[in-house]
Structures are given as C-alpha cells and as structure tokens.
C-alpha cells in the first residue's frame, strides 16, 4: 500500500465540523504536516506537529496524533465554504530525503 | 517581501520542444523541489536539490532536466522525451531537506 494514506473526498455540510484522516507506515518521522490547497493554486502550509505531541489546537484547526496507530487527523471546526479544497498530509522521511505526501483529500463544503 | 515565485503561469509547448519552467526563491533555503500534480495523483516528485550544484532524481525524472547554478534558482526543463507533459507543476523550498516545505503558485504546462 501507499506509504501516506487518505480518503480521496469528503463531503460536509457548512457549520459542520470536517475530519480529515491519514495514515503513515514509517514512525521514524520528526513532524507531520497539513497542507491546503486551494483549485489553481500551490499548496499552503496549515499547520504542522511534532511527532512528541498528541494534540494541537490552532483557531478552528486540530490535528491529532495516535502515534500506536500511526494516524494523524485534521478536524476544522464550522466549516465554511471557503475551506472547500484539497488537503494533503505529509511526513518527514528517513535520512537526507524530502518528505513524503499523501495523495489528498478533496474537502467539499456545501452551503 | 519573501517567497517562492514560478513563471510563466501558464505555458504552452509544441510538438518536440523543450520547455524551460522557471523557480526562484528568495526565502535563502537550501533545498528547492520539483513536483507534478496531475488529477487524483497528488503530488509526484520529479527533482530535488539540497544544495547548489548538486541534485537528485525523485521519482518520475524521465523526460525532465534541471540545473541548480544559484541558491535562489532551480529550473526546470521539459524536454521532449517527455510524452505526456500535460500536467499542474509544483515548485517548493526548504531550509533543509526534512523541514517544511514552502510552495510557489504553479504553472500549468498544455500541449498544443
């Protein structure tokens, strides 16, 4: 299987919250990533934690680490139309090398 | 004003020809990167470098070149080996190779 894992869509109605999932078989990393990317656009940092952390909290942002189940989550609370894109998990990768994207997760927001 | 600028947005290339896609950074990080998105395939890593004068193959090379003479500066050449060069292209810069990755807008390449 892929080495970064997500579900391809998910559809959430507007004021709802959004759980983005991703699963990862290497534990070596040092950080996990969130990225946006909005339609015709380059991908934008969202926000990111150390792999010694399980939680972090930023505005309507959450990312959450089960490190035993090698999953990482993004919930975005009341979503709005505006989060409508795709969102990307990365990790850090072994040695001197880049990191590593899952495929992505296109978030529709319907109003 | 920091940041990672490609050009053109959108380019178009003709039968047989090589296309030059242009990256610069002025963000001083070390690591610069070359990706091709194309629809439900995420991102693919095409080169990267971790420093000047030296680079390394990702995983979808063929039919691309690139050059790092500048820190700033990592272009990218379409060459026409490449069959199939439709796609969205990705520029990135990092501090380091591990550390996180910052991105330009983009440049759509079509073929005529």
């Known amino acids: 299987g892929e080495d970064v894992e997500q579900s391809l869509f998910l559809s959430v109605r507007e004021g709802d919250s959004s759980v983005i999932n991703c699963t990862y078989t290497?534990?070596?990393?040092?950080?996990l990533y969130w990225y946006k990317q909005e339609p015709g656009a380059g991908l934008q940092l969202l926000t990111y934690?150390?792999?010694?952390?399980d939680m972090k909290q930023d505005q309507r942002l959450t990312v959450l680490l089960n490190k035993k189940d090698k999953h990482l989550s993004l919930r975005i609370a009341d979503t709005q139309t505006g989060d409508s894109a795709i969102y990307f998990c990365?990790?850090?990768?072994?040695?001197?090398?880049?990191?590593?994207f899952g495929k992505g997760t296109r978030l529709s927001v319907i109003a | 004003d920091g940041g990672i600028t490609q050009s053109p947005k959108y380019l178009f290339r003709k039968e047989g020809q090589n296309v030059t896609l242009s990256c610069e950074q002025n963000?001083?990080?070390?690591?610069m990167y070359w990706y091709r998105q194309d629809p439900g395939q995420g991102l693919r890593l095409i080169y990267y470098?971790?420093?000047?004068?030296?680079?390394q193959k990702g995983d979808i090379a063929e039919g691309y070149s690139v050059s790092r003479e500048k820190k700033e500066s990592f272009p990218l050449t379409v060459t026409s080996a490449q069959k199939n060069p439709t796609a969205f292209y990705l520029c990135?810069?990092?501090?380091?190779?591990?550390?996180?990755?910052?991105f330009g807008p983009g440049t759509r390449l079509l073929v005529l």
């Open positions: 990135a810069s990092s501090l380091g190779a591990q550390e996180t990755q910052y």
């Open positions: 290497d534990s070596s990393s040092t950080y």
């Open positions: 934690i150390f792999s010694n952390m």
């Open positions: 990365a990790r850090g990768a072994r040695g001197n090398t880049p990191l590593v």
């Open positions: 963000l001083n990080h070390d690591a």
């Open positions: 470098s971790q420093i000047v004068n030296d680079f």
